[in-house]
Nanobody, 128 residues
């Protein structure tokens, strides 16, 4: 079964950190760009970050720039999103998605539309 599975979400206090993982099964991520997206209750999906298949190119939404870091380990078939200095407005369900055609910038600007694979999401709650 071809799927992406996110993990690492949870409840964290403002200013805290979490690292999300996105593990692929049934296919190899080597040739796929990976994006992280989030959706808060009552809000539209937002593109958070993306990384090219080689890992050489990354993009970030302005709202997370300087606080979040995307990375990947193709040997482990996994991508990561390190989130530091978390704020209450970062509260959302976080999804990872993979595509072997769309560029990083298009991926985010399209809000993930048309991407090949999606995970089911992991909830991040930032609250004191």
């Amino acid at each position: 079964q071809l799927q992406l599975v996110e993990s690492g979400g949870g409840l964290v206090q403002p200013g805290g950190s979490l690292r999300l993982s996105c593990a692929a099964s049934g296919f190899t991520l080597d040739y796929y760009a990976i994006g992280w997206f989030r959706q808060a209750p009552g809000k539209e999906r937002e593109g958070v970050s993306c990384i090219s298949s080689s890992g050489g190119s990354t993009n970030y939404a302005d709202s997370v720039k300087g606080r979040f870091t995307i990375s990947r380990d193709n040997a482990k078939n996994t991508a990561y999103l390190q989130m530091n200095t978390l704020k209450p407005e970062d509260t959302a369900v976080y999804y990872c998605a993979a595509d072997d055609y769309l560029s990083c910038s298009v991926m985010l600007s399209n809000l993930g539309g048309g991407m090949d694979y999606w995970g089911k999401g992991t909830l991040v709650t930032v609250s004191s």
